[in-house]
């Protein structure tokens, strides 16, 4: 019995039936809207169509379906699934098609193996252009995290001193998709993004600049990113944004109330001559900005409902005069807590700004 508990375990990797029940729906979801898009084609509406029409135009869908996964397959191992599938229903050499079976399994998992491999040396590039540890800031914190959907994400944020330490640029950006493609458009952001910081230009300037260089490298649009820029004086406590079509953030006052950073204006990487403009708020002891992605408000619990603004909006009123590192905790914990186990469908950024009180306090017993 002990011997068949452990081997469970090792194949389950520990994980509880519920979990693998998720992980399954996830992944059968996530495979069935690859293949169904691709087998989907024009067809006439269900209204215009008699019984037996339909009947065929849904046996032709599924036709479709199955075809979308055997192309899915190099040539030969089209060939090696179908002479499996015809020693197998054909009965007299069954065993042998089980084996070309395990053979084409074999094929398919190295194939995974070799580019998971490469895509965590991808990720592991990736959190070395991103920082690890925030610059230091007289009389405030940062704190930032990054979560992928995915192995590699396309969200990013950076924390760049700037004026020799008498102000600190804080971005948090997103671009448009997921996985590879994203991360790489990500890393090329950032490196416009540092070479500007390095000059004596203001954050409007700095927006327009990436957008022009967006313009030109997004793949005619398609490659847009959202992006939210600021620049924080701490001898001031004043901080000028730009935000280009990204999600607004939140501005949490120290008593708990919540205020939006609303102004702004399209993504970077569509218009050439869009108009970027600064706009500036006053920050006060105790008070916090909350800059996110849309993978924060736009993820899912299992059963398909959105988190939303409303409920981060509620989590901020709970952690008045808290520091940016228990903001930030709060933040995730609430997010991971609704999720309860559903897979993240989009990548999630989170940097958190927070002005340091007479007493900042960490929470406690919530």
């Given amino acids: 019995m002990r011997s068949i508990k452990n081997f469970w375990n090792r194949i389950s990797d520990g994980m509880a039936l519920h979990q693998l029940w998720g992980q399954l729906r996830d992944e059968a979801q996530a495979s069935y809207r690859l293949y169904a898009g691709e087998a989907r084609e024009a067809v006439a509406p269900a209204a215009d169509l008699t019984r037996r029409q339909a009947r065929r ?11 979308a996964i055997v192309l899915k397959l190099s040539p030969v191992r089209r060939i090696l699934l179908l002479a499996a599938l015809v020693l197998i229903v054909g009965g007299w050499l069954a065993p042998l098609g089980l084996l070309l079976l395990l053979a084409l399994l074999g094929m398919e998992v190295a194939d995974r193996v070799a580019m998971k491999r490469d895509l965590e040396i991808a990720r592991d590039i ?29 969200d990013f944020y950076d924390a760049i001193p700037r004026r020799e330490g008498t102000a600190l640029l804080l971005v948090v ?21 540092r070479t500007l910081a390095a000059q004596p230009l203001g954050v409007a300037e700095i927006t327009t ?5 967006g313009c030109g490298h997004s793949a005619g649009g398609t490659r847009f990113t959202t992006a939210f820029l600021a620049e924080y004086e701490p001898a001031t406590r004043r901080l000028r944004y730009c935000n280009a079509g990204h999600n607004p953030p939140l501005l949490r006052r120290a008593a708990g109330a919540v205020a939006r950073l609303e102004e702004g204006s399209v993504p970077l990487g569509i218009l050439p001559e869009a108009v970027y403009v600064c706009t500036e708020t006053q920050l006060e002891p105790g008070e916090a900005v909350v800059m996110f992605s849309d993978g924060l408000t736009e993820s ?8 939303g603004e409303a409920r981060l909006r509620e989590v901020l009123t709970r952690t008045g005069g808290w520091a940016a590192e228990a903001v930030l905790a709060a933040v995730l914990e609430a997010s991971a807590r609704f999720r309860d186990g559903a897979r993240p469908s989009d990548d999630l950024t989170c940097l958190v700004l927070g002005l340091e009180s007479a007493a900042s306090v960490a929470p406690t017993g919530r």
């Fill in 57 to 67: 135009q849904r046996q032709g869908w599924v036709g479709r379906f199955l075809w």
């Fill in 126 to 154: 990736q959190l070395w252009l991103l920082p690890a540890v925030a610059p230091p800031v007289a009389g405030a914190a940062v704190a930032f995290v990054n979560q992928p959907a995915n192995t590699v994400s396309g």
């Fill in 173 to 193: 950006a997103d671009v448009a998709g997921k996985g590879l493609p994203a991360a790489m458009v990500m890393a090329t952001f950032q490196a416009s993004l």
């Fill in 209 to 213: 600049a990436l957008n022009r260089y």
């Fill in 300 to 307: 899912f619990d299992p059963q398909g409902e959105e988190y």
